[in-house]
Structure formats: C-alpha cells, structure tokens
DNA sequence: CCGGGAGTGTTGACGATGTCAACATACAGC
DNA sequence: GCTGTATGTTGACATCGTCAACACTCCCGG
C-alpha cells in the first residue's frame, strides 16, 4: 500500500470515510450521516473518525467540496465537448446543472446548505464553489468575444445565470415546483429565458 | 383575555413562542434554537413548548410559514402600490424579495431549508408558499395581458422568475457572490436580464 | 359556592449525539 | 529489535429532544 494518505489498520480509512458519508447523504440526507452510524458501517468504533476529520462538519464540508469538483467535471465535459461558437452549449451547461442538482438531491442541498454545515468559513467548500464559478465566468467571456451575448461584466452575468440555475434547482429538491411531470420542460425554459435576456439584439 | 389561542398561565405563550423562536433565529441562526433554551429565555420551563407545538419542528414550520406570510404582504404593498401597467413594478417586486432575503438571511434559510424541518410534508409550510407563489403568477398574468411579456404558460414563467430572485437570494445568503460592494446593482441586473428574456419583443 | 375536569406548566428521566481524554495497537525507520 | 508516531478504541460528559408523571390554575355545571 503506502498510499500518500496512509493505509494503516483500517486501509485508508480517510477515503472511505468520504464515500460512506456520500453513500449515507444520497440514502437518507445530511442529517443521518452521524459519526456512530458511519463509524458502525465501515467498522470502526465512533472516534475514528476524529483521526482524519476534526470534527463532523470537517467531514461533510469535505463531501460538500467533493461534490461541486464532481458537478465542475460535469460540466466541463460538455464545455469541452462542442465548440464555443453557439450559445446552444451555454444552455446546456444550465441544463446539466440542474440535472446534477435533480440528480443527487440531497448532496446538493449540503453542498449549499450552509446552515448544516458551519457558522465560520470553510475555505475548501468556498474554493470548490469559486472553481465553479470561475469555470462559468470564463465560458461567459467566450461567449461575449463571439458576439452571442452582451458584453458586460462577465462576472455579472455569471452571478446572474448562476443565480436562476441555482435558484431553480434548489426549489425543485425542496419541493416547491408542483409541475413534477416536465421538470426537462422547465429546465429548457429557464435557461432559454436567462439566455435571451443575457443576448445582444437590436431592439431597445 | 380570553383569546381565542387563551391566556392561562403565561399569557399567550404560543404567541410568545413564535416570537422569540423568530428573534433566536435572527440572532443567532436556526441552529440557535432550542427548546431549553427558549424555554429559558420565556421564563418557562423546556417542556412547557409541548403544549402548544407537536415538536421543535412544528414550531420551526410555523416560524417558517410566518416568513412566508411576510414576504407575501411585503410584496403585496408593491403589487398595490402602483398601477400594473409597467414590468416596473414585476421588476420592483423582484428586489423587493431579494431585499427580504437579504435582510433576514436566517429566517429567509429556514423557510426554504427542508433539511433543518422535516423529511415529511408539513402542509402548513408548503401551503404558505404556494400563496406567495399564487401571487407571482396573477401578476404575470395580469403583465401578460397588458402586453409587456410573452404570452406563455404564466406558471412556468412564475417558476423562473421566481427560481432566478430565489437563487440570488440563496447564492448571497451563503456568501458565494463576492461582489459584496453592489449587491444592489446585481438585483437591478438580475431582474432586468430575467424580465427582458421574458418580454415581448420583435426581433427573433 | 364549590368541586371536578380540562388546559397549562414542571420535573425527572431516557436515549441519541458530538466530542474529548486516556489508553491500546500497529506500522516505519533506525 | 526498539522506539516513536500514526491510527484506532473505550469510557465519560454535556447537550439535546422528548415523554410520562405530577402539579397548578382556571372555568363551568351543579
């Protein structure tokens, strides 16, 4: 073994720490991942844990970070995998997003869920979060030099599309969004709608 | 006395309750809540809440549902408070509810994180916000027989406009939007950039 | 007027949980 | 092989939500 983590008594425990808590979030939320029961499932007693994280929300604000570098992969396949030219593929990053979002309910609400997880900040979650952002950031610029999209402050606009993606997924995970049979309608819907208002066009 | 909530030993202690949850939860989060400590700051004692909420949770939902109710009216004040003639006023009720948001970041996470309540349906919870929601969609319709937007399924468009306000608010909320100088402009431009994909245009 | 019942509040207790200190074990390098 | 350190375990404690048993207060019917 000899990994760069260490693979002591339990073999690398740190890891499997990240994927039981992960595999615990996606069956029964946030809230049933408690040091005892993960400690239980990969069994180890309840204080192991305390040896790779300092303390419950140590762990999940790592789970968190793990899932905003998985949602970035995600995403970064589709910009990567069709030309910058059309705007088309800026709407299906939006569309991927919220997928992702419907996709892992419940590590999505962790990984926004601030409350859950601290009350000072966690730089790991916030540098995950700002690897995303500027990820769209610099899509937004591409766009702009093509002239698909008005050139203002790209951040701006990013915050904007960011914003209303978010917004849309986080309502449909809590259950807000009663039109349950076509969410995929919806999905198209608003990043159509964002798009449009984020195009150049010759009127007003 | 003799409300019709009554006014026994305490004087109206569910009021009470509902009132100083809600001051708990500005001061120092929904984490902050307890029910002993409640109790203690009422000068009662930690069972007495039983009386009048089924748990904690029934007491958090109808915090909740009061938040909802809130931001209700205070839109409401815009929806009345000027003719329905120009998506001005669509515009104005969307920083309006960022502003709410903004100006109760804890209470505005408690009444959109289901996590922090329950894993059923609380009826009250939801019931509160499907009137705010009601109320966002008469004023599209209103806007889209006036013909400033699109004449579109008015509930789709209700969800994305909602969906962009909410997602500002809760991107802001957890501190991910870093422009924190001019949060006011980002709300101009996120209204603005929503409306404009949702108006009536000649081009396209 | 008063006695009982319902509404309201209190206390004691229990199980679950996060966390720490003290202890035990196993691996690595000398 | 020995020693130190990384890793894991056990016992304990404080806090919390919640319930059962009890106590008090008010109102209403006789």
Not at 16 to 36: F, H, K, Q
Not at 114 to 127: F, M, N
Not at 184 to 189: F, H, N, W
């Amino acid at each position: 073994m000899t990994d760069e983590t260490g693979a002591y008594h339990h073999g690398d425990l740190r890891a499997a720490l990240l994927a039981e808590a992960a595999a615990m979030i996606a069956e029964g939320g946030a809230a049933s991942v408690t040091m005892r029961a993960i400690g239980q499932r990969l069994g180890v007693s309840r204080a192991a844990p305390y040896r790779h994280f300092a303390d419950k929300t140590a762990l999940l604000v790592a789970v968190a970070a793990a899932g905003f570098d998985r949602l970035k992969s995600r995403l970064q396949t589709i910009d990567t995998g069709a030309p910058r030219s059309s705007v088309e593929q800026l709407r299906r990053m939006g569309e991927e997003y919220v997928r992702f979002a419907v996709e892992n309910p419940a590590h999505y609400r962790l990984m926004y869920g601030k409350e859950a997880l601290t009350r000072q900040d966690r730089p790991e979650l916030s540098e995950a979060a700002i690897a995303l952002f500027e990820q769209l950031v610099s899509v937004i610029q591409a766009h702009q030099k093509s002239g698909g999209i008005k050139r203002q402050d790209p951040r701006a606009q990013a915050y904007v599309a960011w914003s209303a993606m978010h917004g849309l997924a986080s309502l449909w995970i809590e259950g807000h969004i009663l039109a349950t049979d076509d969410i995929d309608g919806l999905i198209r819907q608003t990043t159509r709608t964002v798009l449009d208002g984020m195009r150049v066009r010759r009127s007003r």
